[in-house]
């Protein structure tokens, strides 16, 4: 079946680096790739997505980047604050279906 | 505009006990879902609905009902609770069947069966 595999689960990284997460998909036919950020008590909330017609997407500080060929996509949070500091999930869907296939997720700790 | 509501936010149950967690929503979303959250093993769907009076199995749905019988509530019961369906549970909607839509979480239910 569908898979979705994040790397790495805990980033820890100083305050002003970069952070970079990967995930990896399985599914070829997969066309939507959205990244939550989960604050601590909270709900995933979307931070920024990118369609399969698109190699790259930048919003600020976060940029999420797509290989269709590889089957990887990116997320790069750069000029990390400590309210970066949060879980990050990855997803994917394919075209003509309903579900999100999520990544295992990662915990981010910038550290001032 | 309220969002996605869950309720109750925490809850005990004791083996074998029922309940209902509650979710609605007012943003008119035809797609509405559930998952629950355990530690290293991200969002998993348990069910999930395209639609009044529609609703389809997700990758985890044993031990867990849904109904949908108006477009803004989706209800999750536990018809027997186990210790093995302590989790958070989250759940979620969006608009359009198939396309590419920002899902909205609710805030979340963390469940402890004892």
């Known amino acids: 079946g569908e898979n979705v595999e994040q790397h790495p689960s805990t980033l820890s990284v100083q305050e002003g680096d970069s952070a970079v997460i990967k995930c990896t998909y399985s599914?070829?036919?997969?066309?939507?790739f959205p990244w939550y950020k989960q604050e601590l008590g909270k709900g995933p909330q979307l931070i920024i997505d990118i369609r399969s017609n698109v190699g790259e997407k930048k919003d600020q500080r976060i940029a999420v980047t797509l290989n269709k060929t590889a089957k990887h996509f990116s997320l790069h949070i750069t000029e990390t604050q400590p309210e970066d500091s949060a879980v990050y999930f990855c997803?994917?869907?394919?075209?003509?279906?309903?579900?999100?296939?999520f990544g295992t997720g990662t915990r981010l700790k910038v550290l001032a | 505009n309220a969002g996605v509501t869950q309720t109750p936010k925490f809850q005990v149950l004791k083996t074998g006990q029922s309940m209902t967690l509650q979710c609605a929503q007012d943003?008119?979303?035809?797609?509405m879902s559930w998952y629950r959250q355990d530690p290293g093993m991200g969002l998993r769907l348990i069910h999930y609905?395209?639609?009044?009076?529609?609703?389809d199995q997700g990758e985890v749905p044993n031990g867990y009902n849904v109904s949908r019988s108006t477009t803004e509530d989706f209800p999750l019961r536990l018809l027997s609770a186990a210790p093995s369906q302590t989790s958070v549970y989250f759940c979620?909607?969006?608009?359009?069947?198939?396309?590419?839509?920002?899902?909205?979480f609710g805030q979340g239910t963390r469940l402890t069966v004892v």
């Open positions: 979620a909607s969006r608009y359009d069947q198939g396309k590419n839509t920002e899902a909205f």
């Open positions: 943003m008119n979303h035809e797609y």
């Open positions: 599914d070829s036919a997969s066309n939507y």
């Open positions: 609905s395209v639609g009044a009076g529609i609703t």
């Open positions: 997803a994917a869907k394919t075209s003509g279906t309903y579900k999100y296939i």
